[in-house]
């Protein structure tokens, strides 16, 4: 079953935050984020291994709670190369290396 | 970039008809994914491959068999195309790193349409 990702879509100025929340039904062990640019193969973002921990990555950062089996995604100051879909990536705790992924944010910065 | 390079990138075939899709990677990576992307569903996992010879199923799996003889070719055969099959496939590689689980590169893509 794939993880349900919240906004479907969202629509920015540049300069403004957002927040991508992804949820699952089963126990993770991981969790990834991809943007997909139109026409483009999905690009890695990051990895969040079980553990509640926090990345970042330039002004795109992500938390992982495992309790709640949840991550979140947080874009601080979008700029217009932000603009995508944005996916998560889950893996569960049997570790099969076997991921699912979510059905996507569309995200659209304007000037 | 990571070396993932997939043919066809685009067909157009008939409904019957086989065909075969080709992932080729020259990174030596051990995990080999196809996906498929159609509009609203995302990326749905088809099969994956942990090694030569080593696949498994995923979520939308039925309608499609997939072979890995060697380390750098993943190919993904449909034994008889339907329309419901016309999709966007994508290849995936990823490898094992110390103290978890690394990144997943994505091919191109191929655009399939079933007619």
């Known amino acids: 079953q794939q993880p349900v990702q919240s906004p479907q879509a969202v629509i920015l100025r540049e300069g403004e935050d957002a927040v991508i929340n992804c949820s699952s039904s089963k126990a993770l062990y991981s969790v990834h984020w991809y943007r997909q640019k139109h026409g483009e193969a999905p690009v890695f973002l990051m990895i969040?291994?079980?553990?509640?921990e926090q990345k970042g990555h330039d002004k795109i950062s992500a938390s992982f709670n495992e309790k709640k089996q949840q991550s979140s995604l947080y874009l601080t100051a979008s700029q217009l190369s932000y603009s995508g879909t944005y996916f998560c990536?889950?893996?569960?705790?049997?570790?099969?290396?076997?991921?699912?992924f979510g059905t996507g944010t569309r995200l659209k910065v304007l000037a | 970039d990571a070396g993932i390079t997939q043919s066809p990138r685009h067909k157009v075939t008939e409904t019957g008809t086989p065909v075969t899709l080709r992932c080729h990677q020259t990174e030596n990576h051990r995990y080999m994914y196809w996906y498929r992307q159609d509009p609203g569903h995302g990326l749905r996992l088809i099969h994956y491959s942990y090694g030569v010879k080593d696949t498994d199923k995923g979520e939308v799996s039925d309608g499609y068999s997939v072979s890995r003889s060697k380390t750098e070719d993943f190919l993904l055969t449909l034994e008889s195309a339907t329309s419901s099959q016309t999709s966007v496939y994508f290849c995936?590689?990823?490898?094992?790193?110390?103290?978890?689980?690394?990144?997943?590169?994505f091919g191109p893509g191929t655009r399939l349409t079933v007619l």
């Open positions: 990536g889950t893996e569960n705790l049997s570790g099969t290396y076997k991921y699912i």
């Open positions: 995936a590689i990823s490898e094992l790193l110390a103290g978890g689980h690394n990144e997943q590169f």
């Open positions: 969040l291994l079980k553990g509640g």
